[in-house]
């Protein structure tokens, strides 16, 4: 993983695509990048392994195709690096945004 890439430029990343809603902490909290001074949550990346990113998502299209989409925005960031996306909840078209 390239040593430049930031937590916070991942969740830039991912909140930058029109179907997430927001970024999630995991059931526990455990998907967060503590860094001096703040804590970025929902974008995990360890010393060694994949990435790790919790998203609510907006549920427009099937979730195979956001999801991929979602990697491919991080690409070029993460330098052949897996990315583990944890869908925590989906909000459909019906509801409002902040309902999840």
Same mark, same amino acid.
């Given at each position: 993983? &390239? /040593?430049? #890439?930031s937590a916070g430029e991942l969740a830039e990343r991912v909140l930058a695509h029109p &179907?997430?809603?927001?970024?999630? %902490? !995991?059931?526990? !909290?455990?998907?967060?990048?503590?860094?001096? !001074?703040?804590? *970025?949550? !929902? *974008?995990?990346?360890?010393?060694? %392994?994949? =990435?790790?990113? %919790? #998203?609510?998502?907006?549920? /427009?299209? $099937?979730?195979?195709?956001?999801?991929?989409?979602?990697? &491919?925005?991080?690409?070029?960031?993460?330098?052949?690096? $897996?990315? @583990?996306?944890?869908? =925590?909840?989906?909000?459909?078209? @019906? /509801?409002?945004? %902040? &309902?999840?």
């Amino acid at each position: 993983m &390239s /040593e430049q #890439v930031s937590a916070g430029e991942l969740a830039e990343r991912v909140l930058a695509h029109p &179907s997430v809603v927001r970024l999630h %902490g !995991g059931q526990f !909290g455990e998907i967060a990048s503590y860094l001096p !001074g703040s804590k *970025v949550v !929902g *974008v995990r990346l360890p010393p060694v %392994g994949a =990435a790790e990113i %919790g #998203v609510v998502l907006r549920l /427009e299209r $099937p979730l195979p195709e956001i999801l991929d989409e979602i990697r &491919s925005a991080l690409a070029d960031l993460l330098d052949e690096v $897996p990315v @583990d996306i944890t869908v =925590a909840d989906v909000i459909t078209t @019906d /509801e409002p945004a %902040g &309902s999840a």
